[in-house]
């Protein structure tokens, strides 16, 4: 299986941060963090629910300082995910979390772009970044980061939406979204994680989005999978992290299995890889030992995961 080449296309850099990382990065940057090993750290890898994971994943990545740890913690899961199989990566970053405790834009995305543009040469993975905005904070401070990746000119793919899902729908970044696509931006946004079918709907609809992140809880509007499944719109599906932050009970009862057979255009990710118990290949492995997928199907996904992609038709070819 992981010889297939995969794109990775949901994948939040601040969710690649290994315990150990987290800690070396602490020590180098003179944090203290509230927990005194790798072990208690890890301890706290159960999680409620989304927001129970995302004060987890804010506080951890405020070791993240320099634009040389930006680099690091890109590099790292540039090499882990060759291993995996990853041929392309389409990674999110969340600026406003780190300009929210006083760390520059220029930093962050000089220190991510610096690793990706070695990407090839590193490690034949072709790469991109989507710019992801926090939905719980407000529109105007998305719509400051979007400015700023302009003025700064840093080449993007595009623009997603990320964080605490239930009560921030998508209608809230009508005018982000409206400027990006102006300026010749991908547009993606996670909705139907938590969140309910009206919000993939609005994300479809109002924001005109590519892509949708996640987009599990589809299934339970009949009409919205009609209009997927027809539009062949991209959901990137997150198994390990569904379980983890208990959008879904077990693996075994996961929709994405009925999701393929619904002819959806689904695709297999690893979201927050550290916390979530595995990168791309462990969600691979864990979704074809726990679900009834066969062969085919598992190269459907694959292939999902390329078609899907914002990757040129040249680099497509090669990887399909
Ligand atoms: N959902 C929403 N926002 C996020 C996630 C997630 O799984 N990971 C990082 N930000
Ligand atoms: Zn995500």
């Given amino acids: 299986m992981t010889h297939l080449p995969v794109a990775e296309l ?16 602490a020590e180098r940057n003179k944090i203290t ?14 999680f409620a629910d989304l927001q129970a994971f995302l004060d987890l994943y804010y506080a951890n990545m405020s070791t993240l300082r320099t634009a040389a740890d930006f680099a690091e913690m890109t590099d790292a899961y540039l090499t882990r995910a060759a291993i995996a199989g990853v041929r392309h990566a389409e ?38 970044l989507i710019v992801s905005m926090l939905r719980d904070q407000s529109a105007e401070s998305a719509m400051n980061v979007l400015d700023g990746v302009i003025a700064l000119g840093t080449p993007i ?6 964080s605490a899902e239930v009560g921030h729908p998508p209608s809230k970044f009508v005018e982000v979204y409206a400027k990006a696509r102006a300026e010749g931006l991908h547009l993606v946004a996670h909705a139907g994680e938590e969140g309910p079918p009206e919000y993939i709907w609005e994300a479809l609809d109002l924001l005109g ?15 919205l999978v009609e209009r997927l499944t027809a539009e062949r719109v991209p959901l990137t ?3 390990l992290s569904n379980v983890s932050l208990k959008a879904i009970g077990r693996l075994s ?22 916390y979530f118990g595995g990168y791309i290949d462990d969600n691979f492995r864990e979704v074809s030992d726990a679900l009834d997928l066969d062969v085919d199907d598992l190269v459907t996904l694959a292939r999902n995961s390329v078609t899907s992609s ?4 040249v680099r497509k070819a090669e990887l399909l």
Avoid at 105 to 117: H, K, M, P, R
Avoid at 212 to 222: A, W
Avoid at 253 to 274: I, K
């Fill in 310 to 313: 914002f990757a040129d038709d």
């Fill in 237 to 239: 599906v997150c198994p």
């Fill in 253 to 274: 009862d996961h929709p994405l299995e009925s999701m393929l057979r619904r002819g959806l255009n689904v695709s297999v990710h690893s979201d927050d890889p550290s």
């Fill in 33 to 46: 963090l509230p927990y005194s090993d790798v072990d208690e750290l890890k301890a706290l890898f159960e």
């Fill in 157 to 162: 793919l595009g623009i997603g939406l990320d």
């Fill in 209 to 223: 989005v590519e892509r949708i992140d996640h987009g599990i809880r589809c299934m339970e509007d009949e009409r």
């Fill in 10 to 25: 949901h994948l939040h850099l601040e969710g690649t941060l290994e315990p150990e990382t987290i800690f070396e990065l």
């Fill in 91 to 128: 990674v999110f970053i969340d600026p406003q979390a780190h300009l929210l405790r006083g760390i520059a834009l220029e930093e962050v995305l000089e220190g991510v772009t610096s690793a990706l543009d070695a990407s090839v040469a590193n490690h034949g993975m072709s790469s991109g």
